[in-house]
Structure formats: structure tokens, C-alpha cells
């Protein structure tokens, strides 16, 4: 009786693993340790895999090729609004940064046409701002040395050298290293800046 209780249990156990490999995928092992996973799942799984990294490395590139398109990664202070369509609006101000080059007053005249003066820069974030739009170009910014005066911003402020000023000149400018100074009839690009309405 105990040989026919062992052989029925071994024909239940045979029973039930035929039944599993009906109902479910079975994974081989060819050798010890290994798995032979099916080969459709494989190939979608490397599939997926390989677009995910490319979408990545298409975002991350397209984010530092586009300085246009830059978006700041802190919110702007103050109130939300926008500026016109040739000005880039950051921290409270709108900025436009000019394609042709004049010397210091037209360029200033050609800000004022517009309610604003040559880029008043007064924290260490406009600086940095604005130092990633203008590259390797000088530009003007409203900062004017008058004979035998202290520096002042356009709109009569006193400059109160919160950065190094370089140069010799009476004029000062800006590029994506240094603000300097030259003479005011140098023709250079130019930056205005105006609050945001």
C-alpha cells in the first residue's frame, strides 16, 4: 500500500507540472545559474532601453544648444507679465540685446525710443544673466563716467562699484567676462532694460 500512496503521488506531482506548463510561459535552464528568457521580450526590452537614452540625450543636448530658448531656473520676482517680442524678460526687467552696433548716446537714444535705458545691472544674477545673451560681443550697458565725475547709471544713480570696473575709457560695457570701460564713440552692440509693465 505504501508503494501504490508513493507512485500516485509521484503521478499527482507529474499531473500538476504538465498542468503549470499549459498555463504559464516556462523559463529553460540550459545550464546552472542561467535563464533563457523568450526572445520577443529580449528584443522589446533593448528596444525600449535604446530609445529612452536617445530621448535623453536629445533633451539634455537640446537644452545647452538653444540659449534662446533659455528659461531660468528660478522664478522671476515680481509680478508676471511679458515683454515685448525682440525683449527677454528676467527678475522683474526686460532686456533687449541689439544686433548692430552704435556708439554709447545713440545707443542710449535708441533705448529710450522704447521707455528704457541702457541696462541698469543692479545684482550678481542680471550679471550673470546677461553675461550667458551677449557671448564673446562688447555691449553697452548704462553705466557713464562724465569728465571729472563718479560713475553713474543712466537713470542718475550712483554707481557704488558692487563689481570690478576695467578699462580706461568713460563708457562702460559688457561681455561674457568682464565689464570694462572705452570711449564713448566706440561702436558697440548695446543692452537696454526697462521694468516690466
Known amino acids: 500500500m505504501i508503494a501504490e500512496d508513493s507512485s500516485l503521488t509521484e503521478h499527482n506531482i507529474l499531473e500538476r507540472g504538465q498542468q503549470r506548463s499549459t498555463s504559464s510561459p516556462v523559463f529553460v535552464s540550459n545550464n546552472e545559474g542561467s535563464l533563457s528568457v523568450p526572445v520577443p521580450c529580449a528584443v522589446l526590452n533593448v528596444v525600449f532601453i535604446t530609445v529612452l537614452v536617445i530621448t535623453l540625450?536629445?533633451?539634455s543636448v537640446g537644452k545647452y544648444n538653444c540659449p534662446a530658448q533659455y528659461v531660468?531656473?528660478?522664478?522671476?520676482s515680481g509680478p508676471i507679465s511679458s515683454c515685448s517680442d525682440d525683449w527677454i524678460g528676467y527678475q522683474g526687467k526686460c532686456y533687449f540685446i541689439s544686433n548692430t552696433t552704435r556708439n554709447w548716446t545713440l545707443a542710449q537714444n535708441s533705448c529710450l525710443k522704447h521707455g528704457a535705458t541702457l541696462a541698469l545691472i543692479d545684482s550678481e544674477k542680471d550679471m550673470i544673466f546677461l553675461k550667458r545673451y551677449v557671448g564673446r560681443a562688447e555691449h553697452w550697458i548704462g553705466l557713464k563716467n562724465e569728465a571729472g565725475q563718479t560713475w553713474k547709471w543712466s537713470n542718475g544713480k550712483e554707481f557704488n562699484n558692487w563689481f570690478n570696473l576695467t578699462g580706461s575709457g568713460n563708457c562702460a560695457f559688457?561681455?561674457?567676462?568682464e565689464v570694462s570701460s572705452t570711449e564713448c564713440g566706440q561702436n558697440l552692440h548695446w543692452i537696454c532694460s526697462k521694468a516690466f509693465k
Open 174 to 177: 559688457l561681455s561674457s567676462t
Open 72 to 76: 531660468p531656473s528660478e522664478p522671476s
Open 57 to 59: 540625450i536629445a533633451l
